[in-house]
Protein backbone atom coordinates (compact mmCIF):
# COMPACT_ATOMS: atom_id res chain seq x y z
CA UNK A 1 0.00 0.00 0.00
CA UNK A 2 2.69 1.76 0.36
CA UNK A 3 4.22 1.93 -2.74
CA UNK A 4 0.78 3.01 -4.47
CA UNK A 5 0.68 5.48 -2.56
CA UNK A 6 3.80 7.23 -3.59
CA UNK A 7 3.25 6.29 -6.84
CA UNK A 8 -0.04 8.16 -7.04
CA UNK A 9 1.78 11.37 -4.90
CA UNK A 10 4.62 11.33 -7.63
CA UNK A 11 2.39 11.27 -10.00
CA UNK A 12 -0.25 14.43 -8.90
CA UNK A 13 3.16 16.24 -8.06
CA UNK A 14 4.05 15.23 -11.69
CA UNK A 15 0.88 16.40 -13.09
CA UNK A 16 0.88 19.65 -10.70
CA UNK A 17 4.64 20.60 -12.22
CA UNK A 18 3.43 20.14 -16.26
CA UNK A 19 0.11 22.05 -15.60
CA UNK A 20 1.40 25.07 -13.98
CA UNK A 21 2.04 27.69 -16.36
CA UNK A 22 3.13 30.97 -15.07
CA UNK A 23 2.01 34.74 -15.88
CA UNK A 24 5.12 34.88 -18.10
CA UNK A 25 4.18 31.83 -20.30
CA UNK A 26 0.83 33.61 -20.83
CA UNK A 27 2.67 36.85 -21.66
CA UNK A 28 4.43 34.87 -24.42
CA UNK A 29 1.50 32.76 -25.60
CA UNK A 30 -0.18 36.13 -26.60
CA UNK A 31 2.72 37.58 -27.74
CA UNK A 32 2.93 35.42 -30.86
CA UNK A 33 -1.12 36.14 -31.05
CA UNK A 34 -0.45 39.74 -30.89
CA UNK A 35 2.31 40.29 -33.27
CA UNK A 36 1.68 37.42 -35.54
CA UNK A 37 4.74 37.06 -36.75
CA UNK A 38 8.36 36.09 -34.77
CA UNK A 39 8.65 37.94 -31.70
CA UNK A 40 12.46 39.54 -31.45
CA UNK A 41 12.10 40.55 -27.60
CA UNK A 42 9.84 39.92 -24.72
CA UNK A 43 11.32 40.86 -21.66
CA UNK A 44 9.15 41.08 -18.34
CA UNK A 45 10.94 43.97 -15.85
CA UNK A 46 10.88 43.46 -11.58
CA UNK A 47 7.90 45.38 -11.65
CA UNK A 48 6.02 43.41 -13.59
CA UNK A 49 6.30 45.47 -16.85
CA UNK A 50 5.98 43.58 -20.18
CA UNK A 51 7.95 44.72 -23.42
CA UNK A 52 7.48 42.34 -26.45
CA UNK A 53 8.91 43.52 -29.19
CA UNK A 54 7.81 42.08 -32.78
CA UNK A 55 10.47 40.86 -36.06
CA UNK A 56 7.91 43.56 -37.95
CA UNK A 57 8.59 46.66 -35.63
CA UNK A 58 5.70 46.82 -33.66
CA UNK A 59 5.88 47.37 -30.37
CA UNK A 60 3.57 46.83 -26.61
CA UNK A 61 4.76 47.61 -23.12
CA UNK A 62 2.37 46.27 -20.82
CA UNK A 63 1.32 47.26 -17.42
CA UNK A 64 -0.82 44.67 -16.33
CA UNK A 65 -1.77 41.17 -17.42
CA UNK A 66 -5.18 42.59 -17.94
CA UNK A 67 -4.00 44.74 -20.22
CA UNK A 68 -3.18 41.77 -22.39
CA UNK A 69 -6.82 39.94 -22.18
CA UNK A 70 -7.99 43.17 -23.66
CA UNK A 71 -5.46 43.56 -26.43
CA UNK A 72 -6.28 39.86 -27.50
CA UNK A 73 -9.86 40.91 -27.25
CA UNK A 74 -9.15 43.67 -29.70
CA UNK A 75 -6.95 41.85 -32.16
CA UNK A 76 -9.87 39.44 -32.61
CA UNK A 77 -12.76 41.90 -32.49
CA UNK A 78 -11.35 44.68 -34.58
CA UNK A 79 -8.61 43.19 -36.54
CA UNK A 80 -9.87 39.84 -37.08
CA UNK A 81 -6.55 37.87 -35.63
CA UNK A 82 -4.12 39.46 -38.03
CA UNK A 83 -2.40 41.20 -35.21
CA UNK A 84 -1.48 44.62 -33.86
CA UNK A 85 0.60 46.77 -34.83
CA UNK A 86 0.79 49.39 -32.59
CA UNK A 87 -1.40 50.16 -28.79
CA UNK A 88 -2.19 52.79 -26.98
CA UNK A 89 -4.40 52.81 -22.99
CA UNK A 90 -5.50 56.18 -21.81
CA UNK A 91 -8.13 56.52 -18.91
CA UNK A 92 -10.74 56.43 -20.75
CA UNK A 93 -9.83 54.71 -24.51
CA UNK A 94 -7.50 52.06 -26.26
CA UNK A 95 -6.35 53.51 -29.58
CA UNK A 96 -4.76 50.45 -31.37
CA UNK A 97 -3.96 50.47 -35.39
CA UNK A 98 -4.18 46.53 -36.64
CA UNK A 99 -1.48 45.52 -39.14
CA UNK A 100 -4.11 46.42 -41.60
CA UNK A 101 -3.98 49.55 -41.41
CA UNK A 102 -7.21 50.33 -39.70
CA UNK A 103 -6.60 53.07 -37.03
CA UNK A 104 -9.54 52.75 -34.09
CA UNK A 105 -10.34 54.16 -31.02
CA UNK A 106 -13.23 52.73 -28.61
CA UNK A 107 -14.28 53.52 -25.04
CA UNK A 108 -13.37 51.33 -22.19
Known sequence: MTK???LV???ATFLIGCSSTTPQDNFREASFELCNTNV????VSDDGRVRIVCSDGAKFALHQEE???T???????YCQGEGLGKFS????YYLFKCKSGT???ITK
Not at 40 to 43: A, C, F, Q, R
Open 89 to 92: ESSK
Open 103 to 105: LLS
Open 67 to 69: TLE
Open 71 to 77: MRDINID
Open 4 to 6: LSL
Open 9 to 11: ISC
Open 40 to 43: DLYS
